[in-house]
Each structure stands twice: as structure tokens, then as C-alpha cells.
Nanobody
Framework: QVQLVESGGGLVQAGGSLRLSCAAS????????MNWYRQAPGNQRELVAG???????SYADSVKGRFTISRDIAKNTVYLQMNSLKPEDTAVYYC??????????????WGQGTQVTVSS
């Protein structure tokens, strides 16, 4: 069974920084893409940042230049460094991995979510 555990959320003032982590455990043979999503109250879940197996990164326009996604492949961990935070960044942040445990099927695995609150 694959589990994703997130950490690093919290309350921060506007302009501050937070670093989220998401570590996967279980019988993972390989991880494809690693992504961060967020969902604010009343809004749909949106893709914030992603990193492919080859290391290519992508970002939502709203976070470009402020957020950085990175990973530690050996630790099956993805990070999201968030700088210059704004109140509109307030949301529950979720990580998602595409992974296989048997080299036959690939599934999406989600973390439980971590709250990020940015005060003005």
C-alpha cells in the first residue's frame, strides 16, 4: 500500500515563506510525475506545480516566480518552496504521485492535504 504524507503547512504572514514536503512510502517500484495541487474553500482543486520523471517542471501562472518544486528521488519525496506568499495562496495543499507498484499498472496516489494560511 502506498501512502503519501505531507508536512510543512501552517500560518504565515503575507510575504513570508513555507516549504511543503510530501514523502511516499510503500512498495513503490517507480514514480512518474509528482504534482502539487491546492483547493481553497468554494473552489475546485487546481494544479499548482509539477515535476516529471525527467525533471521538467511546470507551474500555474499564479505562482510562477514565487514557488519552486523539487524532489529527492532516493527519498521518494517532493517539495514545494513557497516564497512571497499572498493571502490568495491560502488553501489546502495536496501532493499527487503517479506510481507503479508492480510495473503493470500506474495509479495516482494523493496525500491527505496540509493547510496553508496566509494572513494579510
Amino acid at each position: 500500500q502506498v501512502q503519501l504524507v505531507e508536512s510543512g503547512g501552517g500560518l504565515v504572514q503575507a510575504g513570508g515563506s513555507l516549504r511543503l514536503s510530501c514523502a511516499a512510502s510503500g512498495s513503490i517500484f517507480s514514480i512518474n510525475a509528482m504534482n502539487w495541487y491546492r483547493q481553497a474553500p468554494g473552489n475546485q482543486r487546481e494544479l499548482v506545480a509539477g515535476i516529471t520523471r525527467g525533471g521538467s517542471t511546470s507551474y500555474a501562472d499564479s505562482v510562477k516566480g514565487r514557488f519552486t518544486i523539487s524532489r529527492d528521488i532516493a527519498k521518494n519525496t517532493v517539495y514545494l518552496q513557497m516564497n512571497s506568499l499572498k493571502p490568495e495562496d491560502t488553501a489546502v495543499y495536496y501532493c499527487k504521485f503517479g506510481a507503479t507498484t508492480d510495473w503493470k499498472t500506474w495509479n495516482d496516489y494523493w496525500g491527505q492535504g496540509t493547510q496553508v494560511t496566509v494572513s494579510s
